[in-house]
C-alpha cells in the first residue's frame, strides 16, 4: 500500500515470500522479489528477514490454553 494523506492508501502489488529458510536458519538473507498486481510485473522489492525465538513467557498463557484452535484441528492418522 502506499500512504495518502487525504486519499485511501492504494494497493500496489504482492511479493510472495517463502519463510522456509527463516525456521531452518533462522533468517532469509536480503533477496529481491518481484512485485505483482493481477499476473503483471509492477517492480522489485528488496527484503531480509530474521527470525529470533522469543522464547515461553512464564504465566502468559496457561498449560492447556491453545491458540487458534491448533489442537482441535488437529488429526492422528
Known amino acids: 500500500m502506499d ?6 492508501d492504494d494497493f500496489l502489488g504482492e511479493a510472495t515470500i ?6 531452518y536458519e533462522e533468517r532469509v538473507p536480503p ?3 518481484n512485485v505483482v ?6 517492480g522489485e522489492i528488496k527484503v531480509g528477514l530474521k527470525f ?3 522464547g515461553s513467557r512464564e504465566g502468559e498463557f496457561a498449560e492447556e490454553e491453545n491458540l487458534g ?3 482441535q ?3 492422528d492418522y
Not at 18 to 23: D, G, K, T, V, Y
Open 31 to 33: 533477496m529481491s522479489y
Open 69 to 71: 484452535g491448533w489442537k
Open 3 to 8: 500512504k495518502d494523506t487525504f486519499t485511501t
Open 52 to 54: 529470533t525465538h522469543q
Open 18 to 23: 517463502p519463510l522456509e529458510p527463516a525456521f
Open 37 to 42: 498486481k493481477d499476473e503483471k510485473y509492477c
Open 73 to 75: 484441528s488437529s488429526v
